[in-house]
Antibody, heavy 123, light 108 residues
Framework: QVQLQESGPGLVKPSQTLSLTCTVS??????????WSWIRQHPGKGLEWIGF???????YYNPSLKSRVTISVDTSRNQFSLKMSSVTAADTAMYYC???????????????WGQGTLVTVSS | SYEVTQPPSVSVYPGQTARITCSVD??????VYWYQQKPGQAPVLVIY???ERPSGIPERFSGSSSGTTVTLIISGVQAEDEADYYC???????????FGGGTKLTVL
């Protein structure tokens, strides 16, 4: 059973960098056919794709966030991470990590999700 | 980028059929995927490639497609189907993903 679990600080100060990690179990990040993804959801609002990456290099970001976001993978720990710089209160949201399937090109969808972690940006 | 549009809310009585539309203005049209999200939970995929149902999803969930509009159909709606539903699309090379704004399904 594939499981994803987000971890990281629940409170970040404005202008600082938000850092989250997603630990994957039941599957290898090195397996082909998947992108490892971050999605967020502002309180009471809809889903917003942040970005994703393949375990060897290819990385894609939402253009609206691209200048502040970095996604990276640590295959030795079977983890991937999100860094978002210069955060403001507008970045307060539930952050989900998810696996995005691309194996048969298409379909393209998120098949496993973490439970999410709430990040609040406040001084 | 492109827009993915859903109605903000749909209401039906138990046993009726709920239809939630998703309009994607991308050309060529790409497949749409539907997620169900209940309060405090992560989204769950209920339909993929416009009309396909993943294993474990009840048969009352189905999808249809016509032109640039895809519809999630829930036949014989049950109280447990009350949730937010999101459609999602991606470009042909899977370099960009867009979610619709979500539709709150209320079972009256």
């Amino acid at each position: 059973q594939v499981q994803l679990q987000e971890s990281g600080p629940g409170l970040v100060k404005p202008s600082q960098t938000l850092s989250l990690t997603c630990t994957v179990s039941g599957a290898s990040i090195r397996s082909g056919g998947y992108y490892w993804s971050w999605i967020r959801q502002h309180p009471g609002k809809g889903l917003e794709w942040i970005g994703f990456m393949f375990y060897v290099g290819a990385t894609y970001y939402n253009p609206s966030l691209k200048s502040r976001v970095t996604i990276s993978v640590d295959t030795s720990r079977n983890q991937f991470s999100l860094k978002m710089s210069s955060v403001t209160a507008a970045d307060t949201a539930m952050y989900y990590c998810a696996r995005f399937t691309i194996a048969t090109r298409p379909p393209y969808y998120f098949d496993y999700w973490g439970q999410g972690t709430l990040v609040t940006v406040s001084s | 980028s492109y827009e993915v549009t859903q109605p903000p809310s749909v209401s039906v009585y138990p046993g009726q059929t709920a239809r939630i539309t998703c309009s994607v203005d991308a050309q060529p049209k790409q497949y749409v995927y539907w997620y169900q999200q209940k309060p405090g939970q992560a989204p769950v995929l209920v339909i993929y490639k416009d009309t396909e149902r993943p294993s474990g999803i009840p048969e009352r969930f189905s999808g249809s497609s016509s032109g640039t509009t895809v519809t999630l159909i829930i036949s014989g709606v049950q109280a447990e189907d009350e949730a937010d539903y999101y459609c999602q699309s991606a470009d042909s090379l899977a370099t960009y993903v867009k979610f619709g704004g979500g539709t709150k399904l209320t079972v009256l």
